[in-house]
């Protein structure tokens, strides 16, 4: 399917192109500002809560990378195929380049929030707060709601995107729970 790309407004194309520079720039620079944030708590920090500032961010820079890979290179087609499939015999698709882009960014940038989920469930396990029998225990709850948040999150309203980030939340989930298993919390 051939998707052809229009400009609406005068200088479209320019400040789309200036919006991909800034959104990059933040993509890039996001594991340096968190690190930076980490350094600035450290210090009000006790000394096992300090241990695990830096796997912490590590991990959330991964999975938030993560989030926004599998955004663009599963989600995004996903959600295109269905769009483009189900107009495809009544009209010519013709996206604005700025719709386009941010349809792209806000579901990359929602699913890389998204993908923190076991950082969380981690961080929390860690300092206590729950542990992996509990996380297990409400497992037919965490299906629900990620189907709940998979339709929130996705931009879309149609069903594959949202499935699809539903399942990898559900997979997310059940990891974290057992990484703390793992570290028999």
């Given at each position: 399917m ?23 720039g933040?993509?890039?620079?996001f594991?340096?500002a968190l690190?930076?944030a ?24 991964i ?5 926004a ?6 989600l ?8 483009l ?13 700025d719709?386009?882009?941010?349809f ?30 509990k996380?297990?225990?409400i497992?037919?709850y ?39 298993k793992?570290?028999?919390r």
């Open positions: 051939m998707v052809k790309f229009v400009q609406l407004a005068p200088g479209e194309f320019f400040f789309v192109s200036v919006k991909v520079a800034f959104s990059v933040l993509l890039i620079a594991p340096y690190f930076e980490a350094l600035y708590f450290t210090p009000a920090l006790t000394r096992s809560e300090r241990g695990v500032v830096g796997p912490t961010v590590l991990s959330s820079a999975l938030f990378y993560s989030g890979i599998f955004s663009f290179s599963v995004s087609p996903a959600a295109l195929g269905f769009f499939g189900y107009s495809q015999d009544v009209i010519e698709s013709q996206f604005s380049i719709q386009y882009f941010e792209i960014l806000s579901m990359g940038f929602a699913t890389g929030i998204a993908f923190q989920v076991p950082v969380l469930q981690v961080a929390l396990g860690l300092l206590g707060v729950i542990d992996s029998d996380l297990f225990a497992w037919r965490v299906v629900v709601g990620s189907a709940i948040v998979g339709a929130i999150l996705t931009p879309s309203t149609d069903p594959v995107t949202q499935l699809l980030l539903s399942g990898a939340l559900c997979v997310l989930y059940f990891a974290g729970g057992g990484v703390l793992a570290l028999g």
